[in-house]
């Protein structure tokens, strides 16, 4: 136990050298290329915080066990008399699609996953994810929910993972309009709270004109997002940069915060199908409250 | 209140707690930041060296979930355990007013230096950020702080 008044210099001197090595250390830490700093987070992950992430992920689990019976069976009378009706139509539905060479409409080469939400400082726009390398997830793994892109997986460990959402300021997706016609680059927009967080596409030509509403999907370049994920819909014009190019506000289709369950990459982008015909026809879950999850 | 195993124990809980809330329950800025809370508090029982040892370690454990801000945390809570430290020599104390001040001015330094290292994850405008946001995060690391010491000296009796 040390005095409680530290009268002595010489201690006093040694103190603030201690002090000021572990600042620089820190500050060396917080200049690591990102791939250095990746196995020090990862070891202090999988130990000294690994009880309280498997916490978070028992609890998810409970609380979705835990959802309103009636309303679950309610919903499931709905679509069994849905899929009774609909029996001999979809046997048809899957004869003709085999016949013209389509593919199922679940996508495959995605793993379902539950998506953990870090509420530590500098945690923010990033989650984790309960299944990792083992499972074949890597990192650029792309991380998609029913309403549309969430983000990309950063780390990978064994048999969790750690991700950016779209909110982060490193996300970046390159993007095109539904109908292909126009491509651009697709980053956030931090608005002062998480609520106000929007994206926008950028570099689109400036002669083009997209319309509000026109849906913003990924354009499958870049080698992380496969083609055809729901990014949001155009909500206005954001920056016009003379006579080049111009930016667009976009309305995400999913809020991260609003996410549980999601499915989760383990091919590479340029093997997956083009994803788009998932949400074609749906409306964004934004509109209609859903918040992502469906 | 700072000798005995027991004040390590309180310091022990009130990091178990604050992961319980900010990782496990997901709570972000709803749930107050406990860890500066134990940090400071630490401190004011430990050398300047081993105050700096504390910080660091604790500060390396909340960069951990961080991508963006590695090594911030660790940063700014060294620098603060430190501070913590030293301020036996300013001033002796342990009354309750003392304990909020502390922390309050404690944890604005800290969000402020945080704000500073965060790049960009960082949010809002500086002057909103360390003129509004940071003495709100202040006043409630203080309230928890105040009640966590208060219940530690109601159990110590």
């Not at chain 1, 009378?77 to 001999?88: E, G, H, K, R, Y």
């Not at chain 1, 994206?199 to 496969?226: E, I, M, N």
């Not at chain 1, 549980?260 to 074609?280: C, F, K, N, Q």
């Amino acid at each position: 136990m040390p005095e409680y008044f530290d009268h002595s210099t010489r201690r006093g001197w040694k103190s603030l050298g201690i002090a000021l090595a572990l600042v620089v250390v820190a500050l060396f830490l917080s200049l690591l290329p990102h791939e250095q700093q990746g196995p020090i987070r990862q070891a202090i992950r999988g130990t000294l915080l690994q009880p309280f992430i498997s916490a978070q992920a028992e609890l998810a689990a409970r609380s979705g066990r835990a959802v309103d019976v009636p309303a679950l069976r309610a919903e499931r009378d709905s679509l069994s008399a849905v899929v009774a009706a609909q029996a001999s139509l979809a046997e048809e539905n899957r004869r003709l699609r085999a016949l013209l060479g389509l593919l199922n409409r679940a996508p495959e080469g995605f793993i379902p996953a539950e998506l953990l939400r870090v509420g530590t400082r500098g945690g923010e726009s990033t989650f984790i994810l309960n299944v990792g390398r083992d499972d074949g997830v890597t990192s650029s793994s792309p991380v998609i929910a029913a309403g549309g892109l969430i983000g990309v997986v950063w780390e990978v460990g064994r048999r969790s993972s750690q991700g950016i959402d779209w909110t982060h300021p490193e996300f970046r997706a390159s993007a095109m309009t539904a109908d292909g016609q126009t491509y651009g680059m697709v980053e956030p927009r931090r608005g002062r709270y998480r609520e106000e967080d929007q994206l926008a596409l950028r570099g689109t030509p400036f002669h083009v004109d997209v319309r509000p509403g026109t849906r913003v999907l990924t354009s499958g370049r870049g080698g992380v997002f496969p083609r055809g994920i729901l990014l949001g819909t155009v909500v206005g014009i954001e920056d016009a940069d003379t006579g080049w190019r111009k930016s667009y506000l976009i309305r995400p289709a999913v809020r991260p915060e609003a996410v549980t369950y999601v499915l989760v990459g383990i091919r590479d982008a340029s093997e997956l199908e083009d994803l788009s015909p998932l949400w074609t026809g749906s409306t964004t879950p934004m509109e209609d409250g859903a918040g992502g999850n469906r | 209140m700072k000798d005995g195993a027991g004040f390590w124990v309180f310091i022990g809980l009130l990091v178990i707690v604050h992961f319980f809330l900010h990782l496990t329950l997901g709570l972000d800025a709803r749930a107050p930041d406990l860890l500066v809370v134990a940090v400071l508090l630490g401190a004011r029982s430990l050398s300047g060296g081993a105050a700096a040892g504390l910080g660091f370690g604790l500060g390396l454990l909340e960069d951990a979930v961080s991508v963006a801000a590695f090594g911030a945390a660790a940063a700014t809570f060294t620098i603060i355990a430190y501070l913590g430290a030293r301020t036996r020599d300013l001033m002796v104390g342990d009354s309750l007013v003392f304990v909020f001040v502390y922390v309050f001015i404690g944890k604005w330094a800290q969000a402020a230096m945080y704000y500073g290292l965060a790049g960009g994850v960082r949010r809002g405008e500086p002057v909103e950020a360390l003129l509004m946001n940071a003495p709100l995060q202040a006043i409630y690391a203080a309230a928890a702080g105040l009640v966590a010491v208060g219940i530690y000296r109601a159990v110590q009796r």
